[in-house]
């Protein structure tokens, strides 16, 4: 005899394809439009202008030190360390493996950074000559510009500050001056190309990751639909057995028929 939960089965069977398909059908296209979206936004994003400049700092002459440019004296150095700290409120900066990175290598568009020159590479620091880097970064030349000239006169103020609080004579002031004396700014693209292709392929990546988890999702969801509507599908019922207990064996009754015939 067909049951009505044979009857049902059937007819939701031919619709779970279908609902599978239209699943992996929606996922697809949400997953191609993102993505489209997504390497658009990255091929649209425009490149940032960049500028370096150094600040010597000059310690005055002395019959020791003729020519403190073609000296290496740690005592510059330091007072310039001491200028970099003063003209930046302490603030540290971050380490870089590669000295020539600039800011727009570290992902920055809109910052400016000041600090002391490092010929060390990136397990070792050498801070040998009394140079102040300033770096800029910024999405137009002329705020680069900006930035690099308001960080030159940061620096000068610190150098004046420290030379006035301490009293020091007109004539054995430490001064400054800025290599290039004009500084360069540059343009920096962006690595388009590179950075569409991995947008495309992390997209389509999630995309196929979310039609399978939606599909096995789907999946689950009707095996347990099936499984509490089947009437069938639990375990089988339990019979009981009722066995009748053997007639007592009667000895006498066994041996008179199976005996002597006589009866003896």
């Given at each position: 005899?067909?049951?009505?939960?044979?009857?049902?089965a059937a007819t939701?069977?031919?619709?779970?394809?279908?609902?599978?398909?239209?699943?992996?059908?929606?996922?697809?296209?949400?997953?191609?439009?993102?993505?489209?979206?997504?390497?658009?936004?990255?091929?649209?994003?425009?490149?940032?202008?960049?500028?370096?400049?150094?600040?010597?700092?000059?310690?005055?002459?002395?019959?020791?030190?003729?020519?403190?440019?073609?000296?290496?004296?740690?005592?510059?150095?330091?007072?310039?360390?001491?200028?970099?700290?003063?003209?930046?409120?302490?603030?540290?900066?971050?380490?870089?493996?590669?000295?020539?990175?600039?800011?727009?290598?570290?992902?920055?568009?809109?910052?400016?950074?000041?600090?002391?020159?490092?010929?060390?590479?990136?397990?070792?620091?050498?801070?040998?000559?009394?140079?102040?880097?300033?770096?800029?970064?910024?999405?137009?030349?002329?705020?680069?510009?900006?930035?690099?000239?308001?960080?030159?006169?940061?620096?000068?103020?610190?150098?004046?500050?420290?030379?006035?609080?301490?009293?020091?004579?007109?004539?054995?002031?430490?001064?400054?001056?800025?290599?290039?004396?004009?500084?360069?700014?540059?343009?920096?693209?962006?690595?388009?190309?590179?950075?569409?292709?991995?947008?495309?392929?992390?997209?389509?990546?999630?995309?196929?990751?979310?039609?399978?988890?939606?599909?096995?999702?789907?999946?689950?969801?009707?095996?347990?639909?099936?499984?509490?509507?089947?009437?069938?599908?639990?375990?089988?019922?339990?019979?009981?057995?009722?066995?009748?207990?053997?007639?007592?064996?009667?000895?006498?009754?066994?041996?008179?028929?199976?005996?002597?015939?006589h009866g003896i």
């Amino acid at each position: 005899m067909r049951q009505h939960g044979d009857d049902r089965a059937a007819t939701n069977a031919p619709a779970a394809p279908v609902r599978r398909r239209l699943l992996v059908l929606a996922l697809a296209i949400g997953g191609l439009v993102m993505t489209a979206l997504a390497t658009s936004a990255v091929g649209s994003a425009q490149g940032v202008y960049v500028g370096k400049v150094e600040v010597v700092v000059h310690l005055p002459r002395t019959l020791a030190v003729p020519n403190p440019l073609a000296t290496s004296n740690q005592e510059a150095v330091r007072f310039a360390a001491l200028v970099a700290e003063v003209a930046t409120n302490g603030e540290e900066v971050p380490r870089v493996t590669n000295q020539s990175l600039t800011l727009a290598d570290q992902g920055l568009r809109h910052e400016t950074m000041i600090s002391l020159v490092n010929l060390g590479g990136q397990w070792a620091n050498d801070f040998s000559r009394p140079f102040i880097r300033v770096e800029a970064v910024d999405e137009s030349p002329q705020g680069v510009s900006r930035r690099l000239e308001e960080g030159i006169a940061r620096v000068t103020r610190a150098l004046d500050r420290l030379q006035d609080d301490a009293g020091v004579p007109p004539r054995t002031r430490a001064t400054a001056s800025s290599v290039p004396a004009v500084p360069q700014v540059r343009y920096a693209p962006t690595h388009r190309e590179r950075a569409m292709v991995a947008t495309a392929l992390l997209g389509l990546l999630l995309t196929v990751v979310a039609c399978r988890l939606g599909t096995r999702r789907l999946d689950g969801r009707r095996g347990r639909h099936q499984a509490s509507s089947d009437p069938g599908g639990g375990p089988p019922p339990r019979t009981s057995v009722t066995t009748t207990p053997a007639a007592p064996h009667r000895l006498g009754q066994a041996s008179w028929g199976q005996g002597d015939p006589h009866g003896i």
